[in-house]
């Protein structure tokens, strides 16, 4: 190496960039080897997500680092990063885990966004999907008294009165929603079919990827045995499930989606009333606040119907928001009137309801914020 510092930083960089290139080589080799695991798991019809396989692998990269010396995070976060792209690959060879597949699948409101994305995921698997939209006709009451599966991805605040409209269905037939409250559409659909039911609230939104780690919300209705095969194909997409009764997941909801989603709302609204200069508080912001920015310019981006229905399909919420407002303005209060002790007494009052959640959360931030300052600088 020459003894010339320009020149030997020269040909430290050229080195550098024989290594990424050589890494990259890698990368490719190791994405020929996913493909050809999700090869024999398709023909095994084994899911695309193997909780327990992921975190042996991890740890035992984890421990491989750390002999060399590395980072133990960072070969992590490297490895997670190609483990999800393996997954996005992984993904258009998904098993079918229905074992009748010449039997049609049907989907209300299979052109909206969330719809649309199912409607793609099942097809990309094997079965024969009918969409039905507002604008189209219905199908003949034999075609849907062939059908295996009966999904209602419709507006919340539609889906009660469609249900009730459906005719008769094949007995085995799977009546299915995927709305954002429960209760209300399994009552429905309860009422209407005989047969197998099931309410199911996927919680991720239609630009997903793939379903890997996923999470969908099922509510058990009648006949769980002969629903099982929809579970199983939601599993086999990568999906992780979690049960809980209808009326807890519309409490729950209350606070997930409407007291959130209204008071980001009402944030951008707010900003946009004093028309604060976005860019200009990009540019000044810290890591955390932008992640805030991007959560509340990431509600506008999307549709304002859905957030209208979201909202308004959980009026029980609608007191609790108000004390809500009633404590904003009475902290605002305090602070103008230079009360800090009481800020502070409440501020250590309500960490302990935190209790260990508060390390946590600190923990899992982290890795967001510096995420956040990684795009930051991309896009400059």
Request: proline share 4%.
């Amino acid at each position: 190496m020459s003894h010339d510092p320009d020149q030997q930083l020269s040909e430290l960089r050229n080195a550098i960039d024989a290594t990424d290139n050589e890494l990259i080589e890698i990368i490719a080799r190791r994405a020929k080897l996913t493909a050809a695991v999700g090869e024999t798991k398709r023909a095994l019809k084994q899911p695309l997500y193997v909780p327990e396989r992921e975190r042996s692998l991890i740890k035992a990269r984890r421990s491989k680092a750390k002999e060399a010396g590395l980072s133990e995070d960072l070969i992590e976060d490297v490895i997670r990063r190609i483990i999800r792209e393996s997954y996005r690959t992984q993904t258009a060879q998904a098993a079918a885990t229905s074992t009748q597949l010449e039997r049609p699948v049907f989907v209300f409101g299979g052109k909206g966004a969330l719809g649309a994305r199912l409607v793609s995921q099942l097809r990309q698997t094997g079965y024969s999907v009918t969409t039905i939209d507002k604008d189209d006709d219905w199908p003949d009451k034999d075609d849907l008294n062939q059908a295996q599966l009966v999904l209602m991805s419709v507006p919340v605040n539609k889906t009660v009165e469609l249900i009730k409209q459906l005719p008769p269905l094949a007995e085995d037939c799977v009546l299915a929603d995927v709305t954002s409250i429960k209760a209300a559409p399994l009552n429905a659909m309860l009422e209407q079919h005989s047969g197998p039911v099931v309410g199911l609230h996927p919680m991720f939104g239609p630009s997903v990827q793939n379903l890997a780690k996923q999470l969908v919300v099922v509510t058990h209705g009648r006949q769980p045995e002969r629903y099982q095969w929809l579970l199983d194909q939601f599993v086999n997409w990568g999906a992780h499930l979690h049960e809980v009764n209808a009326d807890k997941h519309d409490d729950a909801m209350g606070w997930i989606q409407a007291m959130r989603h209204l008071s980001t709302f009402a944030y951008g609204v707010h900003l946009a009333n004093e028309g604060v200069d976005i860019k200009e508080l990009l540019e000044l912001s810290s890591p955390i606040y932008r992640m805030e920015l991007m959560m509340i310019g990431r509600l506008f981006a999307q549709n304002a119907e859905l957030y209208a229905d979201i909202i308004a399909a959980n009026k029980e919420q609608f007191a609790s928001i108000r004390r809500y407002l009633q404590q904003f303005s009475a902290i605002i209060d305090d602070v103008e009137k230079g009360k800090k002790s009481d800020f502070i007494s409440l501020f250590d009052e309500v960490s302990q309801y935190f209790c260990e959640f508060s390390g946590q959360f600190l923990k899992e931030s982290e890795s967001l914020v510096q995420l956040a300052d990684d795009q930051r600088f991309k896009h400059q």
